[in-house]
């Protein structure tokens, strides 16, 4: 009997030697697999603009984010006019994030009085993990009013006819870390148009892509294709390429462009400058975020 | 019979083995961090940070999902994200080391246990050993831990441009608090 016990000793023996060996290697993976977690594409764009068009990008819940921007003249009239800085259009906007997906703003303009504002919702969220979404999607509404006094006050003059409305859908994605498109299709409702040729809907297609120079630069592409036969003839797209500096809480965007009205319905339909003519106005938006409402940390 | 004896034998091992295997984890310590520069005191916290240590060998790991750092401020979060940790790139920082004086700690008894801990932390892809001084604190049976070190955010290749200079610290502080549970087989 004493005999094989010694066997199973020897078996015991180096079972326990062994022991440890299995418990060494990897103490977390004693818990398994991971639960998986939605991780969501950020910042496919530095600010909610590519440079006149809305981007994906939001600004994000419970943060302010007040935006200063200028349209100078255009460049061609030279050191006469310091490269059309003698005058410029500006506009001086407020947007908030309500929640995650949803952001509102508000902004006014010297162009016409235009007084805007919008409201911008995330349908889908681009993320990968648990949930998996290629894209982001953008509902976008805004109402642009100008108040200007009536050019002709003895007509009967409806306060209706000062209202534009923009509806846009943004649908992008962050490609790849430092390359970002999005395409916007567009619709411009103008309820008082100039003549009976133009169209009082006017449909667009707007294209925005970021390319990023580095951690905190990147270049910007934006072009508004209008479909055609719904402006007079005087009326052009627009084309904008734009730099993006960001540094801490301000993001600089510094850009050139044939547009010069700073609301949807301006850039979109009553551009009239022509690249190939030095049409070109500079200009630059100042985005600088102020967080309102902090989340709770613990 | 001889192998029945030894198969009962081996099984019964196991299951003792398993029984004592001692294991500790947890999948929410909280790991926090602290920049505190001239011009602003940064904050971020983490509770969802998986941890195991196993009494009997004084092993400890700890991995964080770095994307899982909650600022107060939006903005921060995506700087944090995008231009310092680069989390896509490095989704995860880990701490694998040893308890060294380990065999002092009676996590069965109620009491504080100052211990040094010592090992690897890896993050933004660079791995350095880090030592330092934590405790075990067991009150009414559940046993928790918590340390404090300082780490010089160049170490890692974290570069802070010279324009913001003055708002993240040079060293950042990093609080690390873990409630452990029994690692039981099966859980």
């Known amino acids: 009997m004493k005999k094989h016990l010694y066997p199973l000793f020897m078996a015991l023996a180096l079972t326990l030697a062994a022991l440890p060996l299995f418990s060494q290697e990897d103490l977390l993976s004693l818990l398994g697999e991971e639960e998986e977690t939605t991780d969501y594409a950020k910042a496919s764009f530095k600010t909610s603009r590519v440079i006149n068009l809305h981007s994906l990008e939001n600004t994000a819940s419970g943060v302010l984010d007040v935006k200063i921007s200028h349209r100078f003249n255009t460049v061609q009239n030279g050191l006469y006019d310091f490269f059309g800085l003698d005058g410029a259009n500006l506009r001086i906007g407020f947007e908030f994030g309500v929640s995650d997906r949803l952001a509102v703003g508000f902004g006014r303009s010297n162009y016409e009085k235009t007084l805007d504002s919008f409201a911008k919702y995330k349908i889908l969220r681009q993320s990968k993990g648990k949930r998996n979404m290629p894209i982001t999607l953008v509902a976008f509404g805004s109402v642009a009013m100008q108040t200007l006094k009536w050019a002709n006050p003895d007509r009967d003059n409806h306060f209706s006819s000062r209202l534009y409305y923009t509806g846009q859908l943004i649908l992008g994605r962050k490609i790849s870390e430092g390359f970002s498109l999005q395409l916007s299709p567009t619709i411009v409702h103008r309820n008082l148009v100039a003549t009976f040729e133009e169209s009082n809907d006017v449909y667009a297609l707007g294209i925005g892509t970021r390319i990023k120079l580095s951690k905190r630069m990147s270049i910007n592409f934006e072009y508004i294709y209008v479909l055609p036969d719904q402006l007079a003839p005087q009326f052009v797209n627009s084309l904008s390429v734009g730099l993006d500096i960001e540094t801490g809480g301000h993001v600089f965007q510094l850009h050139f462009s044939n547009s010069r009205i700073m609301v949807e319905k301006g850039f979109i339909a009553e551009t009239t400058n022509k690249w190939e003519d030095g049409g070109i106005h500079f200009g630059f938006n100042i985005s600088r975020v102020f967080t309102i409402v902090r989340p709770p940390l613990d | ?187």
């Open chain 2, 1 to 187: 019979m001889l192998k029945k004896c030894i198969l009962f034998g081996l099984f019964g091992l196991f299951a003792i083995s398993a029984l004592n295997a001692q294991k500790y984890f947890t999948r929410e310590g909280k790991v926090s961090f602290f920049s505190d520069a001239k011009v602003e005191k940064i904050e971020a916290l983490n509770k969802t940070a998986t941890s195991v240590y196993d009494a009997e060998t004084g092993k400890m790991e700890f991995a964080v999902l770095v994307k899982a750092f909650q600022f107060e401020k939006a903005l921060m979060q995506e700087h944090f994200n995008e231009n310092y940790m680069e989390t896509d790139k490095f989704p995860k920082a880990s701490f694998k080391g040893t308890v060294s004086d380990f065999k002092a700690v009676n996590l069965a008894k109620d009491g504080v246990y100052p211990v040094k801990v010592k090992g690897q932390l890896t993050m933004h892809g660079v791995t350095k050993e880090v030592e330092t001084e934590g405790k075990f604190t067991v009150k009414g049976g559940a046993v928790s831990a918590t340390s404090a070190f300082i780490v010089a955010v160049a170490d890692y290749g974290i570069e802070i441009p010279a324009l913001v200079r003055d708002n993240i610290a040079k060293t950042v502080k990093i609080d690390i608090s873990v409630g452990y549970q029994e690692l039981k087989k099966g859980s």
